[in-house]
């Protein structure tokens, strides 16, 4: 890798990683402030919301913010095509979720959903307006900026939520909490980026964005209808509290394997589509993040899994008790997920949105048949179990059949790369599980937990010599060398 590449990638990472657990640590201290003063019921209400705002969303963008970041070409007037499509069709979906509000109370039999679904759903129409502002940032690599805005929001939102709840506004604390993340990221995004449309809507530009978004739009949409139809079938099937106790384990986990994957994924992108046409040089820095998403994710998601008792007593109290089991089937659902996105992240810097939308629909017709089978079985857990098995043993292999296509780079190439990290992570959650069974204080079986998992796999890594953990160091150490006073670095007495 290059000087000038590897310092984009390694500040683009940082910044990110900043951005995303600064703003991730602050959400998860007010979630769990939130969790207590809520029940699963209130959270569960919001829940029922995922599928549509899930699919909501898909509809405003599109597809088209990822086909201004491929192209290399892009202009003014593609980058002002793609705002009035947002707004346009935020305006759209919004009105269309108003209008259909009271269907969407009925069918869950919650009859505040009407107004909570009208109230919340205007966050659609405020993010659509600074959404195109925001891509510029990723395109520019500028996640610095990105960090000051998602941290602000997160903050002055939490606090929001929190007076909200504390005051006894029940569910209403979390759509607040909601609009205000939305709002604040507005203001501050015209504020630091201060962009606005050059030009008008260009129907030249419409043709050759759509002609790679479209794919991506439909293979998107399955993708978000299979992440989202779970919630729908469990609020409707079981209880508003039942899907309170699946987002709370879905949430812990995605706390945990959105934050590596979504940082590594979004600066890999951008910057992988800059050298989309040197193939050995491609190839050679997507088997480096390959081997970096394993070394982060693994041992994160198998320590997640071995400590969640202590975890959810310790942290929202026995009343979120039901959602342990659901917490630890479900991080082998998301153990993979770094992997699978960078495969789809290759195909996607090739240009070929065409393979990443039969991948999903082969994908997706195995998911939903496993899904299915698990609904007719009537149980939470069949659901969460269904989940991992397709993650594990489909989604995994699938994702990698046309890497092999495209780069020569299969699934048994990155097995290869990978598989140390899986091993030893998997050792580490066979000791976190024993700790907890072991140390009945809650608290002291979680820092136990966590201390002796990471520095076990750190050691573990560091004795194999795995390439990531050596890479990490060689970039962690020096920064830190110069933020650690020098005195504490010094040899000398």
């Not at 569960?44 to 919301?49: T, V």
């Not at 919004?94 to 259909?100: A, N, P, R, S, W």
């Not at 030893?424 to 998992?453: E, H, K, N, Q, R």
């Amino acid at each position: 890798m290059s000087t000038e590449l590897k310092d984009k990638a390694v500040n683009g990472v940082a910044w990110t990683m900043v951005e995303r657990y600064s703003g991730q640590i602050v959400q998860f201290v007010i979630s769990v402030i939130l969790a207590r003063m809520l029940t699963p019921t209130e959270y569960g209400l919001i829940g029922m919301l995922a599928i549509f705002i899930g699919l909501t969303t898909v509809f405003i963008d599109g597809g088209f913010s990822s086909a201004l970041v491929q192209r290399k070409d892009r202009t003014d007037g593609d980058i002002s095509t793609v705002f009035y499509i947002n707004v346009g069709m935020a305006v759209m979906m919004y009105l269309l979720l108003f209008v259909t509000a009271p269907w969407i109370a009925e069918f869950y039999n919650q009859a505040e959903l009407t107004s909570i679904v009208r109230i919340y759903c205007l966050g659609l129409v405020i993010s659509s307006l600074t959404s195109t502002s925001g891509i510029l940032l990723v395109i520019n690599l500028d996640f610095k900026t990105t960090t000051k805005i998602s941290l602000s929001a997160a903050v002055i939102s939490g606090i929001v939520g929190i007076v909200m709840a504390y005051t006894g506004w029940g569910v209403w604390a979390l759509v607040g909490q909601s609009l205000g993340s939305c709002v604040i990221s507005a203001l501050l995004t015209v504020y630091f980026v201060r962009w606005y449309p050059k030009s008008g809507f260009s129907k030249e530009s419409f043709r050759r964005l759509f002609a790679f978004s479209s794919k991506l739009f439909v293979a998107t949409m399955i993708s978000t209808i299979y992440d989202n139809i779970t919630g729908a079938v469990i609020g409707k099937q079981f209880s508003a509290a039942s899907l309170g106790y699946y987002n709370r384990a879905y949430g812990f986990n995605s706390l945990v394997n959105s934050n590596i994957t979504g940082v590594l994924g979004r600066v890999s992108y951008p910057l992988l589509s800059q050298i989309q046409d040197q193939e050995d040089r491609l190839r050679q820095i997507y088997k480096r993040y390959i081997q970096m998403s394993a070394f982060l994710t693994f041992p994160l998601l198998m320590i997640l899994c071995g400590v969640a008792k202590p975890l959810v007593l310790f942290l929202l109290t026995d009343k979120w008790g039901d959602s342990i089991i659901l917490l630890q089937i479900l991080s082998f659902s998301f153990l993979f997920d770094g992997v699978i996105v960078s495969n789809l992240n290759l195909i996607r810097v090739k240009g070929r949105s065409d393979l990443v939308l039969k991948l999903e629909i082969i994908k997706k017709a195995v998911a939903f048949t496993i899904l299915g089978i698990a609904i007719a079985m009537d149980s939470i857990l069949a659901i969460c179990i269904g989940k991992a098995i397709y993650s594990v043993f489909f989604a995994l292999y699938l994702n990698t059949y046309y890497t092999k296509k495209l780069m020569g780079y299969g699934f048994r190439d990155q097995f290869s790369d990978f598989g140390s990290y899986l091993f030893v992570s998997l050792c580490v959650l066979a000791v976190c599980l024993l700790l907890s069974y072991f140390i009945t204080d809650s608290l002291t079986a979680l820092l136990t937990g966590v201390i002796f998992g990471l520095c076990a796999y750190a050691l573990a890594c560091k004795y194999l010599g795995l390439y990531a953990y050596i890479e990490f160091v060689s970039i962690i150490g020096p920064k830190l060398q110069r933020i650690v006073p020098k005195k504490f670095c010094s040899n000398k007495n």
